[in-house]
């Protein structure tokens, strides 16, 4: 059945990233990528069984992050969580989150990341003889979005 009323729809191109219960807004970013969760099946057969097998979930996996984005007002933003995230004495101990909003900029859905750390930031496109914009990308580690056991960061 379609929806009849679609301003309530989540837009895959409305979503901010902020840090810490959103001590540190990190802003809007144009791409995410990795936001999604594994389970590692254990499968087990009994002797007497033949060739029957029970699966049950195992441990969850949870990919890198890279969000992408033109660099903006909201790149220094991400300069100063990157500075203090850096050689830091407590490693991953924040959290972050990804809000995504529909046409109203009312919040859908979040997803709260469990100890979360950069991995990876890069801003490419400097080149004097094109007009290409300068892309900005940040990629995170993090011990997932679930509450699946895992101790809250």
Known sequence: MPFSDTSTLALANRFEF?????????????QCQGLEVTWKMA???????????WFFPGFTEYPAIKLT????????????????????SK??????????FD???????????????PVKWSIVGFEAGTSKV??????????GFLNDGNKPA
């Not at 033109?70 to 050689?87: I, M």
């Not at 490693?91 to 809000?99: C, D, F, K």
């Open 134 to 143: 300068a892309l900005e990308t940040l990629e995170l580690q993090h011990n």
């Open 69 to 88: 984005r033109a660099a903006c007002q909201d790149s220094p933003k991400v300069q100063e969580w990157l500075s203090e995230n850096s050689f830091t």
């Open 103 to 117: 046409p109203n900029n009312k919040e859908v859905i979040r997803w709260d990341l469990k100890a979360v750390l």
């Open 91 to 100: 490693p991953g101990t924040g959290t972050g989150t990804i809000t995504l």
């Open 43 to 53: 499968d087990y057969r009994a002797g007497d069984a033949g060739n029957d097998r």
């Open 18 to 30: 902020s840090i810490d219960e959103g001590r540190m807004n990190l802003g809007s970013w144009a």
